[in-house]
Structure formats: structure tokens, C-alpha cells
């Protein structure tokens, strides 16, 4: 029972409870620099239909987007969305697990996912894009929440046991760090500058990141104001909140991470009929952002 509760708790995906989950929708739109600021235009919604699509994650090239969505009210699987073409496709389609949190792998030859497997073990799992059956990356890591790409071969990894964790993992050795931080937020981001690596996420109404060299942590800045907790970044130093049917922008320095933000209002997409953001991913190439709307 309580591997049950806590499994609703950061998914918020099991069968009992799919006829409530809430109605979201992927919503597109074009993003253009401009000076200390950005433009946002052109919102689309790409899924526009009654029922559960999230976890948007774009392709390298910025062509795509996979996402997850329910459709029978049984179980969940991977979509992908073609940018160009505006077509919608079906990727995983497995009657007796479901996946969720989709990415490409650093390699760009594999989607991953997080795969509920018939006996609620939930382990990262690989497909191939050219087709396949999938593979298990780490069959000694089970209970992941969501995760993060560091490289081909780590990813930082949020585990649902008790208590909560948050590790590094070897994916060559199945070896982990101890635990950093026990329950963080789930928005995950690695930011890459010509002088390092630094890893970002939301830890009790702050963001952190996290020198992945020395392992120093910083707080950067507190999101009291804000209702949720996911940020994205645009480019190195910019950083995007929703809150509500709201987008905020806070022009970041990595070179100097402590200190209050001053966010700045982006857009009220309110007339859209949104009500609520709950997720943001950027194109790697800034072009485009994906959100999830209620």
C-alpha cells in the first residue's frame, strides 16, 4: 500500500485513478530572442482532445516531440508529434505495461522511457527508433520516478522508495552516489556552458544546481510566488516558470547563482482557454516551446 501511495504521489499514473487524472492538452509555440527578453507566438494545441497527454520532450533536431498519452483508460504509451508535417504517431503501443517520461538518448538512436512492468516494477527501458523490441538499460535499478540524461552513459535518477532519493547512476556499473536530496521537484534540466556542466532542479520552493565536477551544490533563487515548481531554460541563462495561465522570465547568470531572480511576465495565454501550465520544454534550438495546459 504504501509503494501505491507513493507512486500516485509523483506520477500520478496508476489504472484505479486514470478516469481522474486531469484533462491536458500539448500546446506548441514559436519563441524568438529579442535583447534581455523573449517573444512567445503562435500557440497551437497539438493534442486538442479530451483525455491525458504530457511529458512533452522535443527531438535534437527540434523536428519532433514525443509525449505521453492515455487513450484506452487502461494503460499509457509513447506518441510523436511531427512538427512539420503536423501529424500525430503512435510509438510504444504494449497491452501489459505502460511508459512515461519519454526522451531521446544522448546517442540519438533510442527513445527512453520509464516502464511500469506487469509485476509495478517501474525501470529505465530503451526502444529503438528504427524499430525493435526494447531493452532494459539497468535491470538492478527499479522504483524511478522520472530521470535525467547526464551523458551516454549517467543519468540522474529521482527513486520512489522510502525514503525518496536522488542519485546519480552509472549506467556501465549500476553503481549510484549516495543520495543528494530526498524529495525534489521533478523538473530535471542539465545546462552545459564552455567552462562546465551544471545541473538544475527544485527542491522545496528553490532551485539548485549542482556542479557535476565537485558535486557543490548552490541554491540559486527562491519560487515562492510561483504555484508550481517546473522551470525550463532557454539558452544558458534564461530561465521560463509558468504559473497559472501564466509564463514568467528571469534573465539567470550561472557565473553567479546566489541571489533573488526578478521575474518578468511573458505572456498571459488565459484567452487560449489555459487555465493552468503545468509542464515546459524547450527545442534545443530555443525555436520552440511545448507546455502542458489544464
Given at each position: ?174 553503481e549510484s552516489t549516495a543520495p543528494i536530496r530526498d524529495t525534489i521537484g521533478r523538473s530535471f534540466h542539465l545546462v552545459k556552458t564552455k567552462d562546465e ?34 522551470f525550463c531554460f532557454i539558452e544558458p541563462h534564461k530561465i521560463i516558470m509558468g504559473d497559472g495561465p501564466k509564463l514568467y522570465l528571469n ?44
Amino acid at each position: 500500500m504504501k509503494r501505491t501511495i507513493i507512486i500516485l504521489l509523483i506520477i500520478n499514473l496508476t489504472t484505479k485513478l486514470f478516469a481522474q487524472l486531469p484533462n491536458t492538452d500539448i500546446w506548441l509555440l514559436d519563441i524568438k530572442a529579442e535583447k534581455d527578453t523573449i517573444i512567445l507566438s503562435n500557440p497551437v494545441n497539438i493534442t486538442n482532445r479530451v483525455g491525458y497527454d504530457n511529458q512533452p520532450s522535443f527531438s535534437a533536431d527540434g523536428n519532433s516531440i514525443l509525449y505521453t498519452s492515455i487513450r484506452d483508460e487502461k494503460q499509457s504509451d509513447i506518441y510523436t508529434y511531427n512538427i512539420k508535417t503536423k501529424t500525430t504517431t503512435q510509438f510504444t503501443n504494449t497491452p501489459t505495461t505502460s511508459e512515461y517520461s519519454p526522451n531521446f538518448t544522448p546517442d540519438g538512436k533510442n527513445i527512453s522511457v520509464v516502464m511500469v512492468e506487469p509485476d509495478s516494477a517501474q525501470r529505465l527501458w530503451k526502444f529503438p527508433l528504427k524499430g525493435g523490441a526494447p531493452q532494459l538499460v539497468m535491470d538492478k535499478v527499479d522504483s524511478i520516478g522520472y530521470y535525467c540524461w547526464l551523458d551516454n552513459t549517467h543519468a540522474a535518477l529521482f527513486l520512489i522508495t522510502t525514503p525518496f532519493k536522488f542519485i546519480i547512476t552509472d549506467l556501465t556499473t549500476q553503481e549510484s552516489t549516495a543520495p543528494i536530496r530526498d524529495t525534489i521537484g521533478r523538473s530535471f534540466h542539465l545546462v552545459k556552458t564552455k567552462d562546465e556542466k551544471k545541473f538544475f532542479y527544485s527542491y522545496y520552493r528553490g532551485i539548485y544546481s549542482l556542479n557535476l565536477t565537485g558535486k557543490k551544490e548552490t541554491r540559486c533563487e527562491t519560487i515562492k510566488r510561483f504555484e508550481g515548481e517546473d522551470f525550463c531554460f532557454i539558452e544558458p541563462h534564461k530561465i521560463i516558470m509558468g504559473d497559472g495561465p501564466k509564463l514568467y522570465l528571469n534573465n539567470f547568470k550561472l557565473s553567479n547563482d546566489d541571489g533573488k531572480l526578478d521575474w518578468t511576465e511573458l505572456s498571459d495565454l488565459s484567452k487560449y482557454g489555459i487555465k493552468k501550465i503545468t509542464r515546459i520544454a524547450i527545442s534545443p534550438d530555443g525555436k520552440k516551446m511545448a507546455i502542458v495546459a489544464e
